[in-house]
């Protein structure tokens, strides 16, 4: 699974050698991916275009009209979306939401993943194969219940933090857990041996060998974790709900863009606001992302 | 500024507890006798990331299979009365068609231009910025995929000058504007929010296409054509079959996606003009229908759909295993 898998980020340069795996002419290869590549592009650049200009040039002309002299551009929309309409609040909820969401179960699932693949015990093999059938399950399907147990005649923590944090650690737990797995069953054998014969504990081979080793794994899962819940809306919409003090960015994105009509400018400069964090973050980090998605595409 | 207290005592506190708990089992473990030490202590290590998946996965899984037999408060059974209505009323088969052209489109939608764009792409010299370029939505949210997407789809109608790109250039060509989510003939409507997927989840298959891409030896390639094969019998012949496993992985998790999509529809129609899919049906009758039993079936039904996914899935992992 992990073996020998060209990295996204170190092939751009490479030399063409004598053979090709395609022989296609390329002079219609370059055409096909040029009108591929504006396809992608264009959708974004709208957007990002769209962000800057004013009121009037929104009702009359489409965003490439800003790509000609006169340019009308501003960040007046930037700056009224996040003081007047508040939405510098969300983006500290989201932030909010995300850390704890991200950091609670790595660390749940690297001890369950250690125990997974260097521990026996009867039952390992069945129990690790129920951990890949919840990777499926899809969240609808507990919804109701969770709702009840964090509903008032239970925990009582509907719309709070704390509810989504808890939400996301027990979603996100399958997938972390079979990506480090995977990743600790891996390492080789010989020095949690050698590890063993010295006298080491399971807990120092675990925090001395094990997770050190681990972190290219770690951080591919923190990214995905991270994006997942950063870019959330079904289960913000479901713990958080109409607690509107605690919405992150993607929910009340969601309700502007519902009533889609007046305010366009300010819309689009809202949305890219939510971009802006998880795009960067997946730029800097495309190798671990990457290596994340070739290694864990079990997941669904 | 408590919430960030709070925030902060989560973030340094969970983790520090978790590995308290682990130092305190191996503790306890040292009254344990040496024999049985290796059989308990497993179950220490998982215990925590069993009881999580247990209280959010499992339990409610079980319940709500329960609550789907029964009415709208969880009061009294219902038998499959919830069940009948979703495959006889409106919403429900109109959710379930859409989902259906949702699985069949976005799966063959992000394969083609997926294989495509691994193929084309592998060996030019601007390999890695187009690469990034149809990866990129994959960092973007659904909501502002859709938020993009409302701006490629806006409609004014006829005369008024057209501010979305796509009227802007169907107008351009001579053509009167079209109102895409509106549209439900052909259910063209749906097309158009399986098109804001596939332009968001174009990029995954790509990535996982090229990686198996990049494997095939040259030297099998080579040799082909040296006996005389054509690019295209290369293509079939040699490169389909060898990247088949991988294309079946990538149709899996699309066929997933496909089946739970969400946050678009929510965004773009809420379902209206027959857009809707099952998610977001079950999401309308938990909170704006307060049918909590339909919802539930729903929910099942959705759970239904994934098992012979699930089963795919947990094949593959012991065909994994047991060549490891």
């Known amino acids: 699974m992990s073996t020998a898998v060209p990295d996204l980020t170190t092939t ?18 370059h055409v096909v991916m040029a009108l591929l590549m504006l396809l992608w592009l264009v959708p974004s650049i709208g957007l990002l275009v769209n962000s800057f200009r004013g009121q009037q040039d929104f009702a009359t002309t489409g965003w490439w009209a800003a790509l000609l002299p006169p340019k009308d551009l501003s960040l007046e929309n930037y700056a009224h979306v996040l003081a007047e309409q508040g939405l510098g609040a969300n983006f500290v909820n989201s932030l909010f939401i995300s850390i704890p969401a991200t950091v609670i179960p790595i660390f749940v699932a690297a001890f369950a993943a250690y125990a997974f693949a260097w521990m026996s015990f009867p039952g390992r093999n069945i129990l690790f194969v129920a951990v890949v059938g919840l990777l499926v399950v899809p969240l609808q399907t507990t919804f109701v219940p969770i709702l009840q147990l964090f509903g008032p005649k239970g925990l009582h923590i509907n719309g709070t933090f704390l509810a989504v944090w ?18 600790m069953g891996g390492l080789p054998r010989e020095v949690f041996e050698s590890a063993a014969i010295d006298g080491a504990s399971p807990v120092s081979a675990f925090f001395r060998l094990a997770l050190p080793m681990t972190v290219p794994a770690i951080a591919s899962l923190a990214i995905f974790q991270f994006l997942f819940v950063w870019n959330d809306l079904l289960v913000a919409l479901i713990f958080i709900g109409t607690n509107t003090a605690n919405q992150p960015l993607t929910q009340t994105l969601a309700g502007l863009v519902s009533s889609f009509g007046s305010g366009l400018q300010y819309l689009a400069a809202a949305g890219f606001i939510a971009m802006v964090l998880p795009v960067l973050v997946f730029l800097a980090l495309q190798r671990y992302f990457v290596r994340g998605i070739v290694a864990g595409s079990v997941k669904g | 500024m408590d919430r960030i207290i709070t925030a902060a005592i989560v973030v340094f506190g969970v983790p520090a507890v978790l590995i308290g708990y682990i130092w305190a089992t191996e503790q306890v473990l040292r009254v344990v006798p040496q024999r049985a030490r290796g059989r308990v202590r497993p179950w220490l ?9 247990f209280v959010f996965l499992v339990y409610p899984t079980i319940q709500t299979i329960i609550l789907s037999f029964q009415n709208r408060y969880g009061t009294a059974w219902v038998g499959t009365r919830n069940y009948e209505w979703f495959f006889t009323a409106g919403p429900g088969l109109s959710a379930l068609l859409n989902n259906i052209i949702w699985l069949v489109c976005l799966t063959v939608f992000t394969l083609v231009v997926g294989l495509a764009v691994a193929v084309l792409a ?17 960092a973007i949210s659904g909501v502002a995929a859709a938020l993009i997407w409302k701006f490629m789809y806006a409609y004014q109608p006829p005369g008024a000058p057209q501010t979305g790109t796509l009227n802007a250039v169907v107008t351009a060509v001579g053509i009167s504007p079209v109102p895409w989510l509106t549209v439900d003939t052909f259910r063209l409507n749906t097309f158009c929010l399986i098109l804001v997927m596939t332009w968001l989840w ?29 690019e295209a019998q290369v293509f079939r012949r040699i490169t389909l079959p060898l990247l088949a496993p991988t294309l079946a992985v990538v149709a899996t998790t699309m066929i997933i996606t496909a089946l739970k999509a969400f946050d678009v529809v929510y965004t773009m129609t809420n379902g209206a003009y027959n857009s809707q899919v099952i998610a977001n049906e079950m999401i309308n009758e938990l909170f704006t229908a307060n049918q909590q039993g339909r919802a539930s079936a729903i929910a099942v039904i959705l759970l239904l759909a994934i098992v012979p996914i699930m089963l795919f899935n947990i094949r593959r992992f012991q065909a994994q295993e047991a060549i490891r």
């Open chain 2, 202 to 230: 174009t990029g995954f298959g790509m990535v996982i296409i090229s990686a198996a891409y990049k494997g095939i030896p040259v030297e099998l390639v080579e040799a082909a054509r040296v006996d005389g094969a054509t």
């Open chain 1, 166 to 183: 808890l939400a996301h650690t027990g979603y996100g737990l399958p997938f972390a857990v079979y990506l480090l797995r995977n990743f």
């Open chain 2, 122 to 138: 592998d060996g030019v010299r601007y390999e890695r910025i187009a690469k990034t370029i149809f990866f990129m939505p994959l």
């Open chain 1, 12 to 29: 751009g340069g490479k030399v063409e050698v004598v053979g090709t795996r395609r022989g296609v002419g390329r002079l219609p290869v």
């Open chain 2, 45 to 53: 290590w998982l215990a925590p990331a069993l009881v999580l998946l």
